[in-house]
């Protein structure tokens, strides 16, 4: 489904993303993981369109979508939620869903009729599904932490992606947050047969949930595969994990 | 015909070089404007009432010394030192305590800061036009190439270039000028390194203001001191500093050069748009460069 | 107080509002009716300014232009050409929206302060030729005496024009900020990184934007030539388009009717403060450093956080 092939990134000479391969089949939880700094969310945002790859090559769905806008990527069936929460803080809860769902469905720059009566049951469906439903009225930035992260989630959701990309969806959360998260994640790639590609430092939760493991290091991928692979893999042992 | 020829090209040529000399004080300015883009990254809108302060603070130096040349000399030092001062009380009483909010709140300061400072003026001087006289040295026209150019406008071209080297100097040689390019680049670097810079922007915005005074002062003789001074030059300085690249001074320098030259064209061949041309210019420049011709700070 | 009774009281205050302004020219002396005229001219101006600044986050610092020239399109109809009024009325609003797309085109390219600072120097060019060029638009004098047809004559019939198209201007408004667009434009106004990663175009919705904007705008400047009968190059100076944004801020960035509030009590403010004092620059200074101090959301947004906190209607 995704393909991303030798893809490159430097800022100022320092090359963050030097060569980072990735393959992500449809319906498959695959998890990136790596130390600080080697590249991860560098790599979530060249795949997205933020930044600018400097050589490489990103294909989805057999088409090339290395040198789209991020806007245009997502309409390509690709969302994504961010490390730092990334939600409109002035907009109520409700509103942060409805404009990605207004976005998928292209109502955008309509100005004539009142927002109320555009997308409603969709907006509901998803805070039901990430469980804010019962927050709708209050305003996006005067949630909790842990509840920014699932709104999160769900402005992403309101694109009807086919692949979702998280980056670190349980960062700064508790562990019963963690663990609702994880149900989530789980959950969505059954319900809703989404792919999920997310990067994560708590192993726990990636050898848990994802059928596919890369591993990244200093911005070049090391290894991909399964997770028992990735567990009997001695430089990973080495780079990464550590030798118990 | 020959020689009227001759005449004809040498009146241009000082026509030009008028033009640039009045390009130097637009430089001074804007300068100052731009290392306060730089540093605090706010358009500073109160910019050019401190410039018409300081052109009024020359016209009082002057006046108590009355016609001693020694009274323009002291005019040129003291009223920029007193429009630093102004904008020092401002600094420290009122705006440092904002600059952790949104840059729109910090260029309304500005705002209101103009309008109080405009107000003060007609308080202070009231509204009648008032004139600073330039030493007798500089004072009548030398004959350069066969034509007349006024000896003041030849001193305003030697001074610009003096205070373009001076401030290089100082930004690129001194440590205070080194922190306050580097907090220009990357606040949250100096701060870690121990610097408080909350007294460095509070220095760079001094020093701005201190800039447009002494363009004030320099320009007091050229002019009618008056309220009112200050909305002109202010929308230029802005122009002159965006052409630049935000924060650079040598842009601030080559903005200021297109802006006087453009000018004195217009008014050999246009007198009524002469004021068109240069915003032309402008407008040309940023089509192509949006973003200036010299690299920005930030 | 629950959102349900305001909902109910809000249309029977409006109604209420409209029917007090309705009477109001019967029962006032001319000079007031003429203030009220300025204030809602004025208050047209801020609610089209504030929907870019307020609401889309975009650092219009010129907004005057496109005011003046929705009023010299008007002027230069009336004095120069033998078209109908109407026309000269449509044209207003259009020209401003076009220079509006036309500006905006470049400016859209930048982010934040190069964007306001190409556009104060776009502005200023508009501004600098209308001040000059005496032939056409009359230079630094503008253009006085602009005869009006009967309709319009008289402070009184003004007056009902202007409160009818200033309602009819804040309907179509509120539809706007209430619309699929109006949220998507807060929404890049909050985060427009993560709009485009949701699928937004944020440069085109931004420019809608403008263009909205500055058709208003112009309206608001046609109706300006209607209450005074003349134009002046000042109607483009940015110290007005400096001054339109203090409204949006008094009254409050972040609500709907906010730039209204502002607007009338600028205006107020400005008449009855020059009545006593010739320092009103001076109290305006003043006051927006008190407000950038102490009440950074406007008058609106403080009573609208007392009224409901943490919940918000948008």
Redesign the interface.
Do not use: E, N, S, W
């Given at each position: 489904m995704l393909v991303v092939e030798n893809i490159q990134k430097h800022f100022d000479g320092f090359k963050a993303v030097n060569g980072a391969c990735l393959s992500v089949e449809t319906g498959e939880i695959v998890a990136v993981i790596g130390p600080n700094g080697a590249g991860k969310t560098t790599l979530f945002n060249l795949i997205t369109g933020q930044l600018k790859p400097d050589g490489g090559k990103i294909t989805f769905s057999d088409e090339d979508i290395t040198f789209l806008p991020p806007h245009r990527i997502c309409k390509k069936g690709i969302a994504r939620s961010f490390q730092i929460a990334n939600i409109f803080h002035r907009l109520t809860v409700f509103r942060n869903v409805q404009v990605s769902v207004l976005s998928q469905k292209t109502r955008n720059l309509n100005v004539f009729f009142p927002s109320d009566r555009f997308f409603v049951e969709e907006t509901r469906a998803i805070m039901e599904s990430v469980g804010l439903a019962d927050k709708d009225r209050e305003i996006a930035g005067a949630l909790s932490h842990g509840d920014r992260r699932l709104l999160e989630i769900a402005v992403a959701l309101g694109n009807e992606p086919r692949l979702l990309i998280l980056d670190e969806p349980t960062a700064g959360m508790s562990p019963e947050e963690t663990a609702t998260t994880i149900q989530l994640i789980k959950r969505l790639a059954d319900t809703r047969g989404l792919t999920i590609l997310f990067c994560e430092h708590d192993m726990d939760v990636v050898f848990d949930v994802s059928h596919r493991i890369m591993v990244m290091e200093q911005g070049r991928t090391l290894i991909q595969g399964a997770p028992e692979e990735i567990k009997k893999n001695p430089e990973v042992q080495r780079a990464y994990l550590g030798n118990e | 015909m020959e020689a009227d020829q001759a005449v004809f090209l040498s009146a241009v040529g000082n026509h030009f070089l008028v033009g640039i000399s009045r390009a130097m004080i637009l430089f001074v300015v804007s300068a100052g404007l731009s290392f306060i883009l730089g540093v605090l990254?706010v358009?500073n809108?109160a910019h050019g009432s401190l410039y018409m302060i300081g052109a009024f603070f020359a016209h009082s130096v002057t006046t108590v010394f009355g016609g001693n040349p020694l009274g323009f000399w002291l005019a040129l030092l003291l009223a920029p030192l007193m429009v630093a001062a102004v904008s020092l009380v401002a600094e420290r009483a009122?705006f440092c305590?904002?600059y952790e909010?949104e840059?729109?709140?910090l260029l309304?300061?500005t705002?209101?800061?103009?309008?109080?400072l405009?107000?003060?003026v007609?308080?202070v001087w009231g509204a009648d036009y008032r004139s600073v006289t330039a030493p007798k040295i500089l004072q009548g026209s030398l004959t350069l190439f066969s034509s007349p150019i006024p000896k003041y406008n030849l001193f305003l071209l030697a001074v610009g270039p003096v205070i373009a080297v001076a401030l290089y100097l100082f930004s690129n040689k001194t440590r205070i000028g080194k922190i306050a390019r580097a907090a220009a680049l990357d606040r949250e670097m100096v701060s870690a390194i121990g610097i408080n810079v909350s007294w460095v922007f509070s220095f760079a915005f001094v020093l701005g203001c201190f800039l447009a005074g002494l363009g004030g002062a320099l320009v007091a003789p050229t002019v009618s001191v008056t309220l009112g001074m200050d909305?002109d030059i202010i929308?230029e300085a802005?122009?002159i500093?965006?052409?630049g690249g935000?924060g650079n001074m040598w842009g601030a320098m080559a903005g200021s050069l297109i802006f006087g030259i453009t000018q004195s064209f217009g008014v050999l061949i246009l007198p009524?748009?002469a004021?068109?041309f240069p915003?032309?210019a402008?407008?040309i420049v940023?089509?192509l460069k949006?973003?200036g011709l010299l690299k920005s700070v930030w | 107080m629950p959102v349900a009774s305001r909902k109910r009281i809000l249309p029977v205050f409006n109604v209420l509002l409209l029917g007090l302004l309705t009477v109001i020219p019967s029962i006032l002396p001319l000079f007031y009716i003429y203030i009220f005229s300025v204030i809602f001219v004025t208050a047209i101006l801020a609610m089209s300014l504030n929907m870019v600044v307020g609401h889309g986050g975009l650092y219009q610092f010129h907004h005057g232009v496109f005011y003046g020239i929705g009023a010299y399109t008007l002027a230069l109809m009336l004095t120069k050409t033998e078209l109908p009024i109407w026309a000269g009325f449509l044209a207003g609003p259009f020209c401003a929206a076009f220079a509006g797309l036309i500006i905006g085109l470049f400016c859209i390219r930048l982010n934040r302060l190069y964007f306001a600072m190409l556009q104060i120097s776009l502005g200023s060019l508009v501004w600098a030729v209308t001040f000059r060029w005496y032939k056409f638009t009359g230079g630094d004098d503008g253009i006085h005496g602009i005869s009006l047809p009967d309709a319009l004559l008289g402070i009184h019939r003004a007056y009902y024009v202007i409160l009818a198209v200033m309602a009819v201007c804040l309907i179509l408004m509120y539809r706007i900020y209430k619309s699929p667009f109006g949220i998507t434009l807060r929404a890049i106004r909050d985060n427009p990184e993560r709009c485009a990663a949701i699928g937004i175009n944020v440069r085109m919705h931004q420019l809608f934007a403008i263009v909205l904007a500055t058709f208003f705008a112009g309206v608001a400047g046609v109706l300006f030539v209607v209450v005074e009968r003349s134009v002046f190059p000042d109607l483009m100076f940015w110290v007005l388009s400096l001054e339109i944004m203090i409204m949006c801020l008094l009254g409050g960035w972040f609500t709907f009717a906010g730039p209204i509030l502002g607007a009338a009590i600028m205006v107020s403010l400005r008449t009855f403060a020059g009545v006593y004092t010739e320092y009103w620059t001076l109290i305006l200074g003043v006051l927006l450093i008190l407000l950038i101090f102490f009440l950074p959301e406007g008058v609106m947004g403080y009573l609208m956080k007392k009224i409901q906190p943490r919940k918000a209607d948008s």
């Open positions: - | 990254r358009p809108v009122l305590h904002l909010r840059h729109l709140m309304l300061f705002f209101a800061l103009m309008l109080i405009g107000d003060l007609k308080l909305h929308i802005f122009l500093v965006t052409i935000l009524q748009f004021i068109v915003y032309l402008v407008v940023l089509l949006p973003k | -």
